[in-house]
């Protein structure tokens, strides 16, 4: 059996499809191999079943609960992941998935107080570990708040109706649902919250504030999600050529290093913080050559048409030009 992608080599089987709001699905997947995971890990995705193209995806299942592997997706205009996970994936066809990833998960801490904290569909991870907590360690204190944007985005949302949580919106006044976002004194109200290990995922901005809110209230332990997409290794080696015209220089690296580490070696100033396509910091445009990304966080639609990627998550496949 050839496998499609270096980078994903286990078969998944689709058993069926659910949608869980206009925009997001999940894919209920049959593993035909043992697939180790813990609960909020992610997984890259083989996109197309071709060598060139993968995204990374939580895995919203849980392990030692959930029935069927899982992941949730939320259909994004011209995002050639989800796009083809979405519209051209159907029950019976087969995905190639990668290793399990990630360090944003509950099961290797000992705390046994917790906040979990979502965003839109930042909720996947954040679902996994709430039942794997519940199964798994009964006797936790867990809480849990989810924002959304409207009640008709809430993901899992029959789930959701058993499960204690603080629902967010920011539109409407449904009963049972409080109106707004996230504020300190929504933070402030959970009890203990200083004794309290935080884990939150949603869009890179909301994890920013979530964090800030938190610790602001005393909680030291806080955990965010981050993707990271590991470069193909080239056989043979190889370089690339770089070009910068702020000022104009010609400069080459070797193939396999991301974006922003071939500007690093090479002296070009470029801000930098997570390192792993969440915070946005070192938004760069490019304006010639061929490249993949891992994350677009914090980009809007027009800066990606634009050419603009995070550095840290932009694997250059061709020599480049930069503005």
Not at 58 to 81: A, K, Q
Not at 124 to 134: A, D, H, K, N, V
Not at 295 to 304: F, G, H
């Amino acid at each position: 059996m050839t496998i499609p992608n270096p980078r994903c080599p286990h078969r998944m089987q689709v058993h069926h499809i659910i949608q869980e709001t206009p925009d997001v699905y999940t894919l209920a997947l049959i593993c035909h191999d043992f697939y180790p995971y813990k609960p909020g890990q992610y997984a890259l995705v083989s996109i197309g079943n071709t060598p060139d193209t993968v995204r990374a995806y939580s895995l919203s299942s849980t392990p030692g609960v959930s029935p069927f592997l899982s992941l949730t997706i939320r259909r994004i205009e011209n995002g050639t992941g989800s796009q083809w996970l979405t519209r051209e994936v159907h029950s019976g066809d087969e995905l190639w998935l990668s290793e399990a990833q990630g360090d944003f998960t509950c099961a290797d801490k000992s705390a046994h107080s917790w906040l979990l904290v979502a965003g839109g569909c930042g909720v996947t991870p954040i679902m996994s570990m709430y039942r794997w907590l519940q199964a798994k360690r009964p006797e936790d204190d867990v809480q849990v708040i989810y924002c959304v944007r409207s009640e008709q985005d809430i993901i899992f949302a029959g789930e959701w109706q058993t499960v204690p949580v603080t629902l967010v919106a920011e539109q409407g006044t449904q009963e049972g649902i409080l109106s707004g976002r996230i504020t300190a004194t929504l933070i402030n109200s959970v009890p203990n919250i200083a004794g309290r290990t935080v884990m939150t995922c949603g869009p890179a901005p909301f994890m920013t504030l979530v964090e800030s809110l938190a610790r602001e209230a005393g909680a030291t332990e806080v955990h965010k999600e981050a993707f990271f997409i590991p470069p193909i290794k080239q056989p043979g080696g190889g370089k690339l050529t770089f070009t910068t015209h702020s000022p104009l220089r010609n400069f080459q690296a070797p193939v396999g290093l991301s974006l922003l580490e071939v500007l690093e070696q090479n002296q070009v100033a470029v801000n930098s913080a997570c390192r792993a396509g969440v915070c946005g910091c070192c938004k760069t445009r490019i304006t010639k050559g061929k490249y993949q990304v891992s994350s677009t966080a914090t980009l809007t639609e027009q800066e990606i048409a634009e050419g603009y990627v995070l550095a840290c998550a932009c694997q250059p496949q061709s020599d480049l030009e930069l503005a």
